[in-house]
Antibody, heavy 114, light 108 residues
Framework: QVRLVESGGGVVQPGGSLRLSCAASGFFFGGYGMHWVRQRPGKGLEWVAFTRYDESLKYYADSVKGRHTVSRDNSKNILYLQMNNLRPEDTAVYYC???????WGQGTRVTVPS | EVVMTQSPATLSVSPGERVTVSCRASLSVGSRLAWYQQKPGQTPRLLIYDTSTRATDIPTRFSGSGSGTEFTLTISGLQSEDCAVYYCHQYDTWPPVWTFGQGTKVEI
């Protein structure tokens, strides 16, 4: 079955960087687009970024465009989110998700204190 | 961007009651609509995808219907463990900018 395991979260000061990872298993990772979605404390779900299966197309929410970069390593079945110039409003639990509906991982928490 | 609007924001019901959550899209999303259940401190759990297909191990009391811009999640006979926030999610658009409803809290 589809399994996604996020990691790499933590506490980072404003302006700092963090790289999130998402290890995928149970499906042909290299054949699917992948997304990052976040949930700020006490708030709803917010789409963050998408990469096509071959990285030929990438899209970002306006709130992270120019600061965050999505990438993937299909040989290792891993999705990444490089987060730069972090702001307090980036504080959230970050989830990776497959382009076609499937269970999500447990998420990884990012905290940027104000 | 397709805006997803859920109603109501909160639903107070009794065990065994039938629950209906509505989701409206600002543009047609065909049948590419999913529903998630989220309990406090937990990951959103996929309940329904493609409008009406139950995900693996989801009880039959959960059902989805609709098309285009109007969608409904129905819980037939609410159980106490169903108390949660429910989100609708469209995945139809290209570029693939996902959007979610703001959530409906179901409480007893």
């Amino acid at each position: 079955q589809v399994r996604l395991v996020e990691s790499g979260g933590g506490v980072v000061q404003p302006g700092g960087s963090l790289r999130l990872s998402c290890a995928a298993s149970g499906f042909f990772f290299g054949g699917y687009g992948m997304h990052w979605v976040r949930q700020r404390p006490g708030k709803g779900l917010e789409w963050v970024a998408f990469t096509r299966y071959d990285e030929s197309l990438k899209y970002y929410a306006d709130s992270v465009k120019g600061r965050h970069t999505v990438s993937r390593d299909n040989s290792k079945n891993i999705l990444y989110l490089q987060m730069n110039n972090l702001r307090p409003e980036d504080t959230a639990v970050y989830y990776c998700a497959r382009d076609q509906p499937a269970p999500w991982g447990q998420g990884t928490r990012v905290t940027v204190p104000s | 961007e397709v805006v997803m609007t859920q109603s109501p924001a909160t639903l107070s019901v009794s065990p065994g009651e039938r629950v209906t959550v509505s989701c409206r899209a600002s543009l047609s999303v065909g049948s590419r609509l999913a529903w998630y259940q989220q309990k406090p401190g937990q990951t959103p759990r996929l309940l329904i995808y493609d409008t009406s297909t139950r995900a693996t191990d989801i009880p039959t009391r959960f059902s989805g219907s609709g098309s285009g811009t109007e969608f409904t999640l129905t819980i037939s006979g609410l159980q106490s463990e169903d108390c949660a926030v429910y989100y609708c999610h469209q995945y139809d658009t290209w570029p693939p900018v996902w959007t979610f409803g703001q959530g409906t809290k179901v409480e007893i």
